[in-house]
């Protein structure tokens, strides 16, 4: 056997070095979600004091219902450099790749409601308008922890917005929980160590 030799015991006597990162220790939040969502597909000059037009606590709800996300990502697009009867590559723009957030339906929480309220704020189906940038794109946070909970790394990611929501059909066959899919657009997401 070859005195280099690394395996699995050489994990298990370093484990400050080799713990391993785990899938389900996340947590995926929007701090400037309002915390007064009006219900899509209201218009405000139907605000008349009718408080279930309105989601309370959003972010906060929104925050413990994902149960899944992807991971902000950029791919650099490539600008050809063509010279006599060679090529030269550099670096283009970078293109971020949409987050697609998986959320479990919690009813009293109303996170499809959530969701596509924050939808409403960039277009309103009734009005037909779509809204300034101000009013829809936030800042949100994907922070990955260690399975006791200490920031591993974070991803602030700057302008996002729903493009898309969507959920699993309904059967009367399958027992199975409702999920909500979201498709969040944003301007671009840097990663970030824990201070």
Known sequence: MRADN?????LAQNPELYEPARTNNFEFYVPTLP?????????ASDQVKDEKKFIKNGGKSLRVAVLSSSVPHFAL????????NS?????GTPEFSPLTLVCNDYIGARIKDILMAWQALAYDVRTQLVQKMSNYKMEGYLIEYTPDYEEVRRWHIYGCWVSEVS???????SNDKRTT????????AIPELPD
């Open 167 to 173: 959920e699993n059909e309904f059967n009367n066959e």
């Open 77 to 84: 697009g490539k600008i050809e450099v063509k010279r006599g």
């Open 87 to 91: 090529t030269m590559n550099v670096a």
């Open 35 to 43: 915390d007064n969502l009006l219900y899509a597909g209201v218009l």
């Open 6 to 10: 690394i395996g699995a015991y050489h």
């Open 181 to 188: 899919t979201a498709t969040l657009i944003y301007d671009y």
